[in-house]
């Protein structure tokens, strides 16, 4: 990913979020700590309509798996507030959340404190919106399987950012009244995922720009939009096994093919849809 919510401690966000994991050497010569690395992705959302949608963090936290702690197995891994335009997130784009030497261990579960969210619309309407208990308790985000840290390497974990789940519209789209948010995230162990990236056009090899892709199995998995003038797509932090991917745009047919995500591997393919 480019830029959290598709990797230092960062937590990635697109719009649909992604997370990824990587290990890798680091220059330290103490095997007591590693580096934990956490970005940030995001989901899909409907751009014609949004020009921002904004999430403020207040705080990170880990906990570390079977440690015994009698006041709190959770380590502060940032602290200062930050604000992302999850719009900006997508298509492998990530931001680094935090990065910084751990305890070695393995971590299961860490905690993301959002004190705000904010909507923006193209005609300059803005919406406030805040997180019930989102600042005062966090979020708590389960790891499967749990980061490993290991002494002198880096081990990054991916924060996918869901801003079409997380921001629901009140009202139909011709009449907003306002959003309800709750934010929907996904913690992903980057070292046993792959990835999916492509292009969609039309049959002239016309780059189609904001057609909705998308991977399920029993249910929709993981959503993006493509590059609004390349008509490029990519999907970060998913499962090794076999899913369907579909794209469509208003104006042209759906289609959907069979694919096989592979462990650290980035799987290609590119749609090429039929005018209605």
């Known amino acids: 990913m480019k830029t959290i919510l598709r990797s230092t401690l960062t937590i990635m966000l697109s719009l649909v979020l992604a997370l990824g994991f990587s290990a890798c050497e680091s220059t330290t010569d103490d095997d007591d700590t590693g580096t934990l690395s956490v970005t940030m992705t995001d989901a899909p959302f409907p751009t014609d309509l949004v020009a921002e949608a904004n999430v403020t963090i207040t705080e990170l936290e880990a906990r570390e798996k079977d440690v015994e702690d009698t006041h709190s197995p959770f380590l502060t891994l940032s602290d200062s507030t930050q604000t992302f335009n999850l719009l900006d997130l997508r298509n492998g784009v990530t931001t680094s959340l935090a990065n910084l030497d751990v305890p070695v261990g393995t971590y299961d579960m860490f ?95 016309v780059g189609l720009g904001d057609a909705r892709v998308w991977v399920s199995q029993d249910t929709v998995f993981s959503t993006t939009y493509t590059d609004t003038t390349t008509g490029e797509y990519t999907i970060l932090g998913l499962d090794p096994g076999s899913y369907t991917a579909s794209a469509t745009l208003e104006g042209y047919d759906t289609l959907s093919v069979e694919i096989e995500i592979v462990v650290g591997n980035e799987t290609t393919r590119d749609f090429e849809l039929t005018p209605q």
Do not use: C, H, M
């Open 111 to 205: 905690r993301l404190y959002v004190s705000a969210g904010e909507i923006i619309l193209k005609d300059g309407t803005t919406y406030n919106l805040t997180v019930p208990s989102g600042a005062q308790t966090g979020i708590q985000l389960l790891v499967s399987p749990a980061i490993e840290v290991v002494g002198g390497l880096t081990a990054d974990l991916l924060l996918d950012f869901d801003v079409e789940k997380s921001f629901v519209p009140k009202g139909p789209r011709t009449d907003l009244t306002g959003f309800n948010f709750k934010p929907v995230i996904r913690a992903v162990n980057a070292s046993v995922v792959g990835s999916l990236a492509g292009r969609v056009t039309d049959a002239l090899d």
